[in-house]
């Protein structure tokens, strides 16, 4: 259950772009933190996201306070598949989160946020309901960024090391992220294009919450190896007049030695409103 949990929670980084020939409109960037924005300047934050797949939709709402900060996600839609959740974040008064509440088919799990000279050192997770759900991620920060962290879960009050993960940047962009679960290791890496990412203003630039990351740019291809198993997303997008995406086309392709390639394609639409 904990390998699972950390995957799935990681995968939660999928909301991309492609690249254009023509650079988009360049926006102001935000200074160091989680879902903060540049108090002056054009930018947009996504307020929905409607995702078609083969066996329906998945329907993503967002919704942001006057300072611009992700208060509301409502993840629904009719794929049989998909976990309906309702997520509320809430922030200290520095404008740092502190706590992400998760509600799905009924049941609560929270997420509390500490920190050290204004930079995260502990996630902790909780399901009140059930605590073989609960871990720790002890962060690796630096340079305002998050590096990594060690994912812990307890067995009899001892913390146990479920997974190491790590990060690598380039141009505020997460190019690689490195999963080491002890027997066996999971490396995503990712291409990026030049123009805007749909979550770059009001995503999770710390790997804080549920919310995508705030890549700077679009993203163009993620690969995923995972043992002998290798996942590959190509993305094809429309841009607006400022270089955000108005929908995405992706085409997944996972191959495992001794079975056929299974190909898996959705298409996103993007609405957005203008920050504050």
């Known amino acids: 259950m904990k390998k699972i949990l950390v995957i799935a929670l990681v995968a939660l980084l999928f909301n991309a772009c492609k690249k254009d020939s023509q650079p988009g409109t360049p926006d102001p960037d935000p200074q160091p933190g989680t879902n903060t924005n540049p108090s002056t300047g054009k930018h947009k934050l996504v307020s929905k996201v409607v995702t078609t797949q083969s066996n329906g939709n998945v329907i993503e709402e967002y919704v942001y306070n006057d300072q611009n ?9 009719n794929s049989p598949t998909f976990i309906h959740s309702d997520f509320v ?6 404008g740092t989160l502190k706590r992400q509440t998760r509600t799905s088919q009924g049941v609560d799990e929270y997420r509390d946020i500490e920190y050290e000279n204004g930079m995260p050192t502990l996630v902790t997770n909780t399901r009140p309901s059930n605590s073989s759900y609960d871990y720790k991620i002890k962060l690796n920060t630096g340079d305002s ?3 990594g962290g060690t994912w ?4 009899d009050g001892v913390d146990k090391v479920n997974s ?6 380039l141009n505020e962009n997460v190019i690689k992220q490195t999963t080491d679960f002890g027997t066996y290791k999971q490396e995503t890496t ?4 030049n123009k805007n990412n749909p979550f770059r203003y009001g995503g999770d ?12 740019n679009d993203i163009l291809k993620l690969v995923t190896i995972t043992g002998d198993k290798n996942q590959t997303i190509e993305y094809t997008y429309t841009y607006d007049e400022q270089g955000y995406p108005k929908t995405t086309k992706t085409k997944s392709v996972t191959t495992n030695p001794g079975q056929p390639p299974y190909t898996y394609e959705t298409t996103s639409v993007y609405t957005y409103i203008d920050a504050k």
């Not at 190491?164 to 940047?169: A, L, R």
């Not at 990712?190 to 294009?193: D, H, L, N």
């Open 152 to 155: 812990l879960y307890t067995v």
């Open 69 to 77: 900060q992700l208060i509301e996600m409502h993840w629904g839609g």
């Open 190 to 193: 990712r291409e990026f294009g």
């Open 164 to 169: 190491v993960i790590t990060f690598e940047y």
């Open 205 to 216: 630039k710390l790997f804080l919450s549920s919310a995508p990351f705030a890549h700077k």
């Open 89 to 94: 974040l809430t922030y200290n008064t520095d």
């Open 145 to 147: 960024k998050v590096l």
